[in-house]
């Protein structure tokens, strides 16, 4: 983000913030210390720990391999670009309600 300039790197960091922020969510909706388990596993992941996720099963963070959780990276890629251009649509839509109406013939 540091070596893109202007707009598209804030939209960038935004689109960071919002995924950084998919963990908590998850931990929340299971009832879980969200701020607990997203530490933990920012921690471990700093570790090189880099197969290690939440398990909601137990309220804690395991090894997403030895627990046999496996995603396709195809499937995660679809999920994330279905979102975004969602997201994309979304901010369109508000521009164009933001928009000025346009001035009309014979005063309709």
Known sequence: ????????????ASFARALRALPAIVADN???DSAELVTQLRAA???????????????TIGDMME?????AFKSKLCVLLSAS????MILR???IIKC?????????
């Open 45 to 59: 992941h700093a570790a090189g720990k880099n197969t290690y996720g939440l398990d909601m099963y137990n309220g």
């Open 100 to 108: 000025a109406p346009r001035q009309r013939e014979g005063g309709y």
């Open 1 to 12: 983000v540091e070596s893109t300039p202007g707009k598209k790197a804030l939209a960038m």
């Open 85 to 88: 251009e969602a997201a994309e």
């Open 30 to 32: 299971g009832g879980y």
């Open 67 to 71: 627990l046999g959780v496996a995603e």
């Open 93 to 95: 839509v508000d521009d």
